[in-house]
Nanobody, 116 residues
Framework: QVRLVESGGGLVQAGGSLRLSCAASGINFSRYAMGWYRQAPGKQRELVAVITSGGSTNYTDSVKGRFTISRDNAKNTVYLQMNSLKPEDTGVYYC??????????WGQGTQVTVSS
C-alpha cells in the first residue's frame, strides 16, 4: 500500500513561512523523485518544486528564491519550506511520487492559505 501524507499547512499572513511535510510509505522512497504541486482555487494544478533521487532540485519561477524542497530518506519524508509567502501561494499543496517506470502516487493534500 502506497501512502503519502502531507502535513504542515495552515493559515499564515503574507510574508510568513510554513514548512510542509510529506511522509511516504509503501515505496522504496530513496529511489523516487518527489514533487510538490499546488492547486489554487479555479486554477489548474501546477508543479511547484521537484527533488530527484540524487537531490537535484527545480522550482517553478514564481517560487524561486522563496521555497526550498528537501528530503530526508531516513524518514521517508520530503519537505517544502515556504518563506515570504504571498496570497497567490494560496492553494492545496500535494506531494507526488515521480518515477518514469512507475505509477504516480498522490497525497491527499494540505491547505495553505495566505492572507493579505
Amino acid at each position: 500500500q502506497v501512502r503519502l501524507v502531507e502535513s504542515g499547512g495552515g493559515l499564515v499572513q503574507a510574508g510568513g513561512s510554513l514548512r510542509l511535510s510529506c511522509a511516504a510509505s509503501g515505496i522504496n522512497f530513496s529511489r523516487y523523485a518527489m514533487g510538490w504541486y499546488r492547486q489554487a482555487p479555479g486554477k489548474q494544478r501546477e508543479l511547484v518544486a521537484v527533488i530527484t533521487s540524487g537531490g537535484s532540485t527545480n522550482y517553478t519561477d514564481s517560487v524561486k528564491g522563496r521555497f526550498t524542497i528537501s528530503r530526508d530518506n531516513a524518514k521517508n519524508t520530503v519537505y517544502l519550506q515556504m518563506n515570504s509567502l504571498k496570497p497567490e501561494d494560496t492553494g492545496v499543496y500535494y506531494c507526488k511520487t515521480q518515477r518514469i517506470d512507475r505509477a504516480d502516487y498522490w497525497g491527499q493534500g494540505t491547505q495553505v492559505t495566505v492572507s493579505s
